[in-house]
Structure formats: C-alpha cells, structure tokens
C-alpha cells in the first residue's frame, strides 16, 4: 500500500478536523494493512459529554471515509449531549447520523464503545455495521434516571445497558472484548472478510487448504435421529479454510449463526440454523440476525452460503403478536433482493414457509444441493400424520407417516422437479461449493432502476 508522505513520517496517519475543541481526535491511519477513518473519544472518566464542536469532529472522520472510500471506525466513550449547550449538540448529532447513513452500505463501519453511549450516541450504534463493546462498557437510549421517573422501576446502568445484556437480548455488540486494543483488533480481524468499499472485492486470503479436501466429518456429525441435536458451526468449519470461520453475534438469537469464513481463500457469508438452540427454528430475533447479516454481505460483495436444518417457524402467540410475518418477512425481502453469488446446502430438514425462507431455489438462489436424508416437504411426518390422520389408530399413522417419508420428504423428488440442483455426498460439500463459487465468480445481475425496496422494517 502507498502512503503519502505525512502518513510516511507519522505513523499514527494523518490527523482531520484538527484544532477542533474537545476531547476526541479523528484521522486517517493504517489499521494492519488497510487505510480507515478512525474518530477516537478519549479514554477520560468520567466521560465528557457530547458538544457540538465534537459532532462536527465525528461528521468530517464519516465524510472522510465516504469520500475516501475506505472504512470508518468509531471509538466511543460519551455521556450524552451537554444539556448546558441546549439543542446545539443535537443539531450535530443528525449531521453525524445523516453521514453515517450515507456510509451505509458504501463503506463498512464499525465502533468500539470504551465506556458510555448515552443517548444519541447510543442511538448511532444501530447505523453501524459492527459494534464492538469493551468490557467497561455500556450503552442504552435513556438512563436509570428516565426509566425510575417514567416507569417507577429501579434499574442500574449495569442491568439496562451492559455488553452482556446487550449481547444476549438485543443483538447489539457482534462480540464483547476487554479493552481498546482488543476491539481494534477484532475490526482488524473483520476487515480481512472485507472490502474497504462497495465497489471493491473482498480480498483473496493465501490459502494451502486444497478446496477438492473430503470433508466427511460433516456428515458424520448429523445424528441418525431426525430430533437429534448437533452444533452446525461444527458442520461449517468442517467444510470451510481451516482456521477462518469467524462467527458474530454468538450470544444473540443462538438458533441462527452468521459467520464468516473462506473456501478456496475467498471471503464468504455463513448463514446456518442451529438445532442446539430451540431445534433450529427461526423466531424473530433469528430471522432480524440472518436477514442483517445476508444484507451486509450482499452490500460488501460476499457470496453467501447457507446451511439448512430447520422444522420452521417456531409456533406461538406471542410470536405472532409481536410481529412474526413483518420479521420474517425481512429474511425473504435479504434474501430475494441478494444479487451476490448465493448457494444453499439443505443438510437435513427443510419443512415449510423455513423451506422458502433459507434462500431456496424459488427465492433465486443460484445453486441449491442436499444430503442423501435431506427432508424437504410442507412438514414432516408425525405433523402430517397429526393433521391427515388424527383418528386413525397407531398403526395406521405409523404406515402413513412411513408412505408420507418414502413419497414426500426424499431429496430426489425435489432434484426430479428442479428445486433442488444436485444431491452429494456430505463428504464432497466443500468440493461442490467450491465448484460453484468458482463458476459464479463473475455473476452480475442487473437491479431494476427503483430509489430502493420497502423494507419490512
């Protein structure tokens, strides 16, 4: 990479927005090997609250970044906006919204949060693509202090806002780490995944795992009985380079993963059910994860590669109260408007409106293979047999269900009608992905002219 000469001579790059006032700084520098914009808060306690005269150092690190056309990074540590300036540093914080939302699919953003992020800050963290929180962080909208006055509830900083409970119940942080230069360093560990803008590739990895590698231990890993559980990032690191599966959003909605990963050295998206948590069906908060996830990948230019085990949606009221057809309908709207190269693996069930969901081939997915007992139908056979067949006898239910399975749930009558592509071997799955992601290299497909789709938020 080719540095100019202040970035020569300073190692730290290249300072903007200097000899604006207040307590944080804002440059172009080298992080590993990549060039990013990075707006840093000190690390004062307590920390300062937001002035306008900081937003304006914020608003020129996103501007740099757009039109520098490399990544952004924010490392935060703010108590809100200073009441003594009145609206003023509100003011600033919608400048610094409107540029980080103009960064938004263009170049990839992260932020660090080292201590607070009250407030609007707090709020721009729902912009970025990847947040980052230290273990002396914390982050929520309104404070201890509003939620007693407003709800009569006790509540402290710790139990509204800390990365552990945002981590598990908001799906905030993609990862917690213990400090500063633990979290550049996960934001270096991303950007290997990553291009520094929407019109670049990801960048190729050295890689000295052979792509046509046998990769049996992922079949092996399925148990005999159709119920039984097993950890599918065990399937995918099987299948992927030895040593880049890199999951995010671990602790958040656990029955969906979203990784990221290399096959062949080159950079994919990992989206899988997962049957260690509530069977692998999709919820809410899966589908948001997934359907967030399948989005950034298709902004940065990363082929995506799904992993099917699912029963379907998992069934309730109070899932349906709180929106499950909005909420699922945001992983088909990722899906359908994907143009980057997309293959789907059904390792085991694939039942119902999930079927649709997981990128099946009707969603558009270029290339769609299953295992020799992958069960693809409107459900399986003891629900049909529940439904079909309420008052017949035992024996009677078991004959259907067997009927049901030999006629119904097989691969092959999929594969007959073209809905399924090919049926493998789980031991040449990493061979077949790579075959494919080798003949799509070049997909282009064509937007139809539109401002954008209406999102089912």
């Not at 501007?63 to 952004?72: F, G, K, V």
């Amino acid at each position: 990479m080719t540095l100019d000469a202040t970035e020569q001579r300073d190692p730290d790059g290249l300072d903007v927005a200097r000899g604006v006032p207040g307590p944080i700084t804002a440059r172009v520098r080298l992080l590993g090997d990549r060039r990013v914009s990075w707006c840093e808060f000190d690390a004062v306690d307590p920390a300062a609250p937001l002035t306008e005269s900081m937003t304006y150092t914020m608003e020129i690190a996103a501007r740099t970044a757009l039109d520098e056309r490399i990544p952004l990074v924010f490392v935060i540590n703010s108590a809100g906006a200073d009441i003594g300036e009145g609206i003023a540093p509100l003011n600033g914080w919608g400048r610094v919204a409107r540029a980080l939302t103009r960064c938004s699919g263009t170049v990839p953003t992260f932020a660090i949060v080292d201590g607070p992020a009250v407030s609007g800050p707090a709020l721009l963290l729902g912009l970025i693509d990847f947040t980052i929180m230290t273990d002396s962080g914390y982050a929520f909208v309104n404070g201890p202090v509003m939620v007693r006055q407003f709800t009569g509830i006790d509540v402290t900083k710790d139990e509204l806002g800390s990365p552990a409970s945002l981590a598990q119940h908001a799906g905030l942080p993609v990862a917690v780490v213990a400090d500063r230069a633990a979290g550049a360093d996960l934001v270096d560990e991303l950007l290997a995944y990553l291009p520094d803008h929407v019109d670049g590739d990801p960048p190729q990895w050295p890689n000295g795992d052979p792509v046509d590698r046998p990769c049996p231990e992922a079949g092996e890993l399925i148990p005999e009985s159709s119920t039984g559980s097993y950890d599918v990032t065990q399937v995918a690191e099987a299948i992927v380079d030895d040593g880049s599966f890199l999951e995010i959003r671990a602790r958040w909605a656990a029955n969906a993963v979203t990784a990221f990963a290399t096959i062949g050295g080159q950079p994919v998206g990992i989206v899988a059910n997962q049957p260690m948590s509530l069977a692998g069906t999709l919820d809410i908060p899966a589908s948001q994860k997934a359907a967030r996830f399948v989005a950034l990948c298709d902004a940065f230019n990363l082929p995506i590669v799904t992993l099917v085990d699912t029963p379907g949606f998992y069934p309730g009221k109070d899932l349906e109260w709180r929106g499950m057809i909005r909420h699922g309908a945001q992983l088909v709207f990722a899906y359908g408007r994907a143009t980057v190269p997309r293959i789907c693996v059904i390792l085991r069930k694939s039942y119902g409106g999930a079927f649709i969901v997981m990128d099946s081939k009707t969603m558009g997915n270029d290339v769609c293979l299953a295992w020799p007992w992958a069960e693809l139908a409107v459900m399986g056979a003891g629900q049909a047999a529940a439904i079909l067949r309420r008052n017949a006898s035992v024996d009677e239910r078991a004959e259907f269900e067997h009927d049901y399975s030999e006629r119904l749930l097989n691969p092959y009558v999929a594969a007959e009608r073209g809905y399924v592509d090919a049926v493998i071997d789980p031991a040449d799955t990493r061979r077949e992905v790579a075959a494919a992601l080798d003949m799509l290299a070049d997909k282009r497909e064509r937007l139809p002219r539109r401002k954008h789709g209406n999102t089912p938020l």
